[in-house]
């Protein structure tokens, strides 16, 4: 894997050395920023009139001035710009329009052989849903933006993430989930992929947002129907983390600080240097935190004509210590290439204890027999991962290649320690078992995508190779060894190559995008205690479909369908029977298959002066489904397992609007239904289930002045159903504060999450053999204030870069052209 890291970046090398700089570069014709000259056209960049900001994916529109037919056409960039090119002698009409905003028109802009290039001054478009007597001066993002193909979770104007994590972040999302214990799953399920920047982690789903600092994040994309050019992983689809990374000169930066109740501590410092053509970011942040709370069990298993009960109260503790430092660096070589390199190192420390009390008996022999057992869980790793980009760009706007590789590496050693005593007998037994268990997993990927457009459409095709090697190794019980028992030695080899290619563009008043990719995938197992080894080759396409229709300025349809995949993780594919309580054993399924999806989603986006609303309409179904089953083996012993017991589906709508009352108050609800179905059998019983689940979000904002800002929060979810139970329907409440000084670069805040206690988490299970009721309730409240200082924040220099129409630099990016 290293050997295929270092190949990888001689071939970064290779490409950057003979890249030959473009005739005409730099500064020749009158392109900005260095660009290319352009034989014909209309070059101008869009802006929202209130913020300044860039208007991205804004529609542009050409039309023939003497009989207003369609010329040409585009879409504003990240940076707001955008260019039609080729554009014979002529005058024109340009327009404008962006869903949420006013259309913009400019009358009669000709194109001759004296000037066969027009440059527009920034072009501002008003919001439709602000009046114009009634803007505030001070610009704020919403904390939840609603994108073509995503969501987006601004993290940083969300009182409530304040010394927490990724998770707490996404704790008021619509469509969102987050249980007692932090996982996270979206419309019902837990199984979507996690990207960083948009790369791949070798961190798993809710492990991976667990870890990541609140306060390292700028925002979070929600992508329920990703195109051919991700990666399928994922049946509820991609959450991408875009982590703060600083562009303006000079150096800058952001320290922040918190510390809650219970020994939570959360700190960290993101810097940023820019200079000319070369960028340095660096970072560190440190975590404390941790999860704790009580619980109660019943439990009844069947054998014969006997009837085994076990009733347990219990505690819990979690305790997780995070260190994350991260470095990288971007050089601009001229307009068309460039090179960045980053690196991530973490260090984790993690302690779960617990301890209950049983009371055993049985119906009709009434055995009676209490027990008490306390486990200890202690946990040491490390983790760094290395990337490379290369991005080279042709003289067209929207020619780009790009190659990016990666490579990741983590280190877990966990000791677990159990201890069991049966009291209240003649002779009290005790019973110990101490295991140790060491994983190392490797991940390496190496990509290529290429941009090509044509005409108003774009062509998109690429590749991607993707090698994993995970090794487990748990020894026996180190305090009461067996000679001659073998250890549990597991091994994983996955290797995926694919290839993608999408195409887009419009079709009279509709922006389509077609998507096909197709995957071949080998995954190799091996228990090495038995020699128990499985080999899967498979071949899969996986089409991706998406459109969207502007009614008019303040309406806009969109829909999309992909197909998505769950491979399964290795906890669920280890044949090796292991203990993880002392009444309950696991074991793996090395026979699972994939878990299979189609996804299907129509949205309705509507704006009004102070308000939208946006209505969804979802359809899931997965084949294969991997269910959690639950078989009494003996007396009060249960065996957890994994089987693929046929198929799931989720069919509903989501409904959320945010409204303005005034200046100072604004709230945001949300609410969504589905019926869920679990269609399947194991061992010829019977799994099929259904419900019909809801969820109401509310939130609101109170803004005391324009330096004091007050978040509340509330979200219901109604029960839910599993292949062999269901779930208690549950309430959670919370809020944050924070206040502004010195100009606004020092932020005081206050956070306060399960205020009332409320919140608590009760699931049933039942077989023919067993059934049992948990329930478990967070210690409450978790309180934290923080403290946030910038560095540098330069907003005299944003100031005149918004006024100028944006830098150079911005122009640059994407804008080459012939």
Do not use: C
């Not at 970064?12 to 392109?31: C, D, E, K, W, Y």
């Not at 008021?172 to 399920?189: F, H, K, L, Q, Y």
């Amino acid at each position: 894997m290293k050997r295929f890291f270092i190949s990888v970046l001689l071939v970064f090398i290779l490409f950057n050395v003979n890249a030959q700089t473009p005739q005409g570069r730099p500064g020749s014709g009158p392109s900005r920023g260095g660009g290319m000259p352009i034989s014909s056209g209309i070059v101008g960049r869009v802006i929202d009139a209130q913020s300044n900001e860039a208007v991205e994916y804004a529609n542009v529109a050409l039309f023939n001035a003497t009989d207003s037919t369609l010329v040409n056409g585009t879409i504003t960039n990240a940076k707001g710009f955008f260019m039609l090119k080729n554009i014979p002698n002529g005058t024109y009409n340009m327009r404008v329009k962006f869903i949420g905003y006013k259309s913009h028109t400019i009358n009669k802009i000709s194109i001759t052989d004296e000037q066969p290039v027009v440059r527009l001054k920034a072009l501002k478009i008003e919001p439709a849903n602000i009046e114009l007597d009634a803007v505030d001066v001070t610009a704020k993002q919403e904390e939840v933006m609603f994108k073509i193909d995503k969501r987006v979770i601004n993290v940083s104007e969300n009182i409530n993430t304040i010394g927490g994590t990724a998770v707490d972040a996404l704790e008021n999302t619509p469509g969102v989930e987050v249980d007692i214990d932090g996982n996270v799953s979206i419309r019902g399920s837990s199984n979507f992929k996690v990207l960083i920047d948009g790369k791949p982690t070798a961190m798993e789903g809710s492990e991976a947002l667990q870890q990541i600092p609140a306060s390292s994040i700028k925002e979070i994309e929600i992508i329920t129907n990703p195109s051919a050019k991700y990666d399928p992983d994922g049946l509820t689809g991609i959450l991408n983390i875009v982590m703060k990374k600083n562009i303006k000169g000079g150096l800058n930066g952001l320290v922040s600080a918190s510390v809650g109740n219970d020994d939570r501590y959360d700190g960290s410092v993101n810097l940023n240097y820019r200079k000319n053509k070369l960028n340095l970011i660096g970072g560190y942040s440190y975590r404390q935190g941790g999860r704790g709370g009580n619980s109660e069990s019943y439990y009844e298993t069947y054998r014969n004509d006997t009837t085994f009960y076990r009733d347990e109260e219990g505690e819990r503790g979690h305790t997780r210590i995070s260190h994350n430092f991260k470095a990288g660096i971007d050089y601009d070589f001229n307009d068309a290439n460039l090179l960045s390199f980053n690196a991530q190192y973490r260090l984790n420390e993690r302690e779960r204890g617990n301890e209950s009390f049983y009371e055993q008996y049985t119906d009709p022999e009434s055995i009676f027999v209490e027990s008490y057992t306390e486990g200890e869980n202690k946990d040491e790793g490390s983790s760094y991962e290395l990337s490379g980009v290369y991005i080279h760009k042709f003289d067209e706007k929207d020619h780009e290649l790009r190659l990016m590789a990666t490579f990741s590496s983590n280190d877990d050693t966990e000791s677990a320690y159990t201890l069991k005593d049966t009291l209240g007998t003649t002779t009290d037994i005790v019973e110990e078992t101490l295991t140790e268990t060491t994983e190392n997993h490797n991940h390496g990927t190496f990509q290529a995508d290429y941009e090509l457009p044509l005409g108003s459409n774009k062509l998109e095709a690429g590749f991607k190779s993707s090698l994993r090697a995970i090794d487990y190794n748990q020894t026996g019980d180190i305090l009461n060894p067996i000679p001659g028992s073998p250890s549990n030695e597991f091994v994983y080899q996955e290797d995926i190559h694919a290839l993608y290619a999408m195409f887009s563009g419009p079709l009279g008043g509709i922006e389509y995008q077609l998507g096909l990719r197709g995957e071949y995938s080998r995954v190799y197992t091996e228990q090495k205690a038995n020699d128990d080894s499985n080999t899967k080759e498979i071949f899969t396409v996986y089409p991706t479909l998406h459109f969207s229709y502007e009614l008019n300025e303040t309406n806009k349809l969109m829909a999309g369908y992909s197909r998505r995949v769950h491979r399964p993780r290795t906890f669920f594919l280890n044949p090796y029977e292991e203990r993880s309580d002392a009444f309950t054993i696991r074991k793996g399924n090395p026979d699972l298959d994939p878990e299979y999806a189609h996804s299907l989603e129509m949205n309705y986006l509507k704006y009004f002066k102070q308000s939208f609303f946006n209505a969804t309409v979802f359809y899931r179904q997965t084949d294969n489904n991997i269910g959690r089953i639950q078989k009494a083996i003996n007396d009060n012993m249960v065996l957890l397992t994994f089987e693929n017991i046929n198929k799931e589906t989720s069919l509903g709508a989501e409904f959320s609007g945010r409204h303005k009352f005034g200046k100072w108050l604004s709230a945001n609800l949300s609410y969504s239904f589905f019926r869920y179905t679990i269609d399947g059998e194991t061992s010829g019983e019977d799994l099929s289930n259904e419900s019909v689940n809801h969820k109401v979000r509310g939130n609101a904002n109170v803004r005391f002045g324009p330096n004091s800002n007050l978040q509340m929060f509330g979200m219901y979810f109604s029960p839910s159903v599993t292949s062999q139970g269901e779930r208690d329907g549950f309430f959670f409440t919370g809020f944050g504060y924070k206040h502004l000084l010195l100009d606004r670069k020092l932020t005081l805040s206050l956070r306060v999450r399960n205020p009332f206690g409320n919140f608590k988490w009760r699931f049933t299970s039942e077989g023919s053999t067993f059934k049992n009721e948990f329930v478990r309730r967070p210690d409450f409240p978790v309180v934290y204030v923080g403290v946030t200082y910038r560095i540098n924040e330069g907003f005299k220099q944003r100031r005149m870069e918004r006024e100028n129409g944006g830098t150079s630099q911005d122009f640059s990016e994407g804008m080459t052209v012939d």
